[in-house]
């Protein structure tokens, strides 16, 4: 029995939620934890690996049939939501996950480059949305809830091929954002999609490798602000991870009345298992030097979210 409340979705297929924010501003931490939800859908590590097969959705079901082997894998043992510098384990690579699904984007024609403000048109768009509804169908539950930092500059093309659709922004503190990109084992291969290359090839070319890890904030900031005012403000949540750490799950009620999810006591209970423990470190972290660079590239939008200087 459907359980979604989106009184604006009476006679269409229930509206997708998009998670978007620059990376490492938390985004995976919400996007897991909104995951628990038994009402919820998502793309999952084995949909992502045969993106032509939606309905293996049908595996997300054994989440909450074992709640502890799902704590475990989607989270670890120190409730971290995302799992660098160490091979996962077999058991983790092997229980469905939320993932960011990129392959399924690409499957359905949607490539990777940067889509600006485009409008979705044509048949990606369309089998986009047939993706979605055969995944959340099969998943069995209620609202797919998709993750994936490409979506910071795909949120025209997503609003359009899905009208009612809802995105939650998150945002994080630029000066903790760059020094935890720094540290992820993949942040030297990601392709920078502003400049055209890695933050290997930057510090190649003799640039400072911060201002690469400073830029890419406000350039993500940049794109989503782009992309969200076509948004209609009724139809977009945001949230600072500092406020989701510090009242997760007051943070998670009002992400549940956006979306239209009701209150689950399985949900309550699968985030009664979790710390949320604030890791901006940067204080401590950046000496002197790197936070002055940072800081001077952040300044603006720093202030512009609030944030002390």
Known sequence: MARHRNEAQVGTLPAPVFL???ARSGTSLVYKTLCLHPDVSYISNWAARFP??????????????????RSRAWFGEDSNAYVYG??????????????EGEPVYAACGIKA??????????EPAQTLVRSFERLRASSGGDVLVSKRIGNNRRIGFLASAFPTARFIAIVRDGRAVALSLSRVDWWQRYILPWYGGTPARWAAEGRDPWEACARNWVEDLHAIEAGLAAVPGDRVLRLSYESFVGA?????????????????????E????????????????????????????????????GYDL
């Not at 032509?52 to 082997?69: D, M």
């Not at 160490?86 to 993932?99: D, G, N």
């Not at 480059?113 to 044509?122: E, F, I, Q, R, T």
């Not at 985030?271 to 950046?286: A, C, I, M, Y």
């Open 20 to 22: 978007v924010g620059p």
């Open 248 to 268: 997760p799950l007051d943070s998670l009620g009002r992400v549940s009345e956006f979306t239209g999810l009701l209150p689950r006591a399985a949900w309550y």
């Open 113 to 122: 480059a940067d889509l600006g403000g485009a409008a979705a048109s044509g």
């Open 86 to 99: 160490r091979r996962r384990r077999w058991s983790e690579r092997m229980f469905p996950m939320p993932v």
């Open 52 to 69: 032509s097969l939606p309905e293996l959705g049908v595996l997300n079901r054994l989440g909450p049939i074992f709640p502890a082997t």
């Open 270 to 305: 699968a985030l009664g298992r979790l710390e949320f423990p604030n890791k901006n470190g940067w204080h401590t972290g950046l000496d002197p030097e790197a936070l002055e660079t940072i800081t001077a590239i952040q300044k603006r939008e720093l202030e512009a979210y």
